[in-house]
């Protein structure tokens, strides 16, 4: 099977500062774990820069030029109280959401049969007119609409395994019965959505959520029971993943108590399920992950998963 990895150095270049978790660092542990010879056969492209116009899909467009400008030239900004910009930060979302346009069009059009976007920032917090949560721009509902767009895909899901509810994809795919998303999560825990009476205007919105200190059989029963027979019944033609690592024992931001084979385990089940409905197509986009050595591995794992089928 051929995977497709997408990153750019500029993704490096966001800078939160010193202390702030979502840390240059984080990118290049998963980049270090990738240079392993395990990952020699992966196609490595260079993440273009994403338009406004892609991005405009998502947020409007108002609020995509004013996240723009908010990016300093010097120094650093918050978005939010969690959501700092540096010079480097504007560069970064826009290669973070041309990943994920990019990986879109190499898997429907056969270039790879499924993709991961090895980027930051994070996306899946960020909401239609509001930066937050460590996130700039929802780059994976970027991704699934320019599926929808470019390719004239009908139904487009996302699946998000990060320990924090993905707000953001919710909230734009809430009223859009096309589009699914399903989560797993710790909750109740920030950013306070995911409630399992949450399931969207068209019952397009599943989640699952998992109390502190759930561990792999919660995890595995919650896909297993809730997320897989859903998506399987959603029929998409596409599935995104929205791959957080933070769910994992060693991670500091949160109390889900997941190991590095339950990453094996749900790519495997994800690629099962997409190997059924859609061909087998799969576009990931790293989220979350805190604990630098946990987040290597376990991204590592699930890239690896990626190119065994």
């Known amino acids: 099977m051929s995977t497709l990895m997408l990153t750019h150095y500029a993704c490096i270049g966001h800078e939160p500062g010193k202390g702030h978790p979502e840390s240059p660092n984080r990118l290049k542990s998963v980049l270090s774990t990738l240079e392993a010879e395990t990952f020699n056969d992966l196609i490595r492209r260079v993440a273009p ?33 969690d959501t700092i910009a540096s010079p480097g930060s504007g560069d970064a979302a826009l290669r973070a ?45 970027v991704g699934a609409e320019h599926a929808r767009a470019e390719h004239g895909l009908t139904r487009v899901a996302v699946v998000d395994f990060d320990v924090h509810h993905g707000n953001g994809t919710q909230a734009i795919f809430w009223d859009k019965a096309d589009l699914f998303y399903a989560s797993t999560h710790q909750y109740p825990f920030y950013p306070g959505s995911g409630g399992a009476s949450e399931r969207g205007a068209s019952d397009n919105i599943v989640n699952a959520p998992l109390s ?24 998409p033609e596409l599935i995104m993943i929205s791959a957080g690592f933070d769910a994992h024992a060693d991670d500091p931001l949160a109390s889900l108590m997941l190991n590095d084979e339950d990453y094996r385990w749900v790519t495997t089940a994800l690629m099962d399920a997409a190997n059924d409905v859609c061909e087998g197509r799969i576009v990931s986009m790293l989220e979350g992950g805190y604990d630098l050595a946990a987040l290597g591995r376990c991204a590592g794992i699930h890239v690896e998963t990626l190119m065994s089928a």
């Open 97 to 141: 959401a041309g990943a994920a346009c990019t990986a879109v069009d190499a898997v429907l059009t056969g270039a790879a049969d499924n993709a991961f976007c090895a980027v930051r920032p994070p996306g899946h917090h960020a909401e239609q007119a509001k930066s937050m949560g460590f996130c700039l721009f929802n780059s994976i509902a």
């Open 212 to 235: 502190q200190m759930s561990g792999s059989l919660q995890f595995q029963d919650a896909f297993s029971n809730a997320i897989l027979p859903a998506l399987r019944g959603f029929q």
């Open 49 to 81: 820069l994403g338009s406004i116009e892609q991005i405009s899909r998502v947020h409007p467009r108002d609020h995509v030029e004013a996240v723009l400008d908010a990016i300093p030239t010097e120094g650093r900004r918050a978005l939010d109280p």
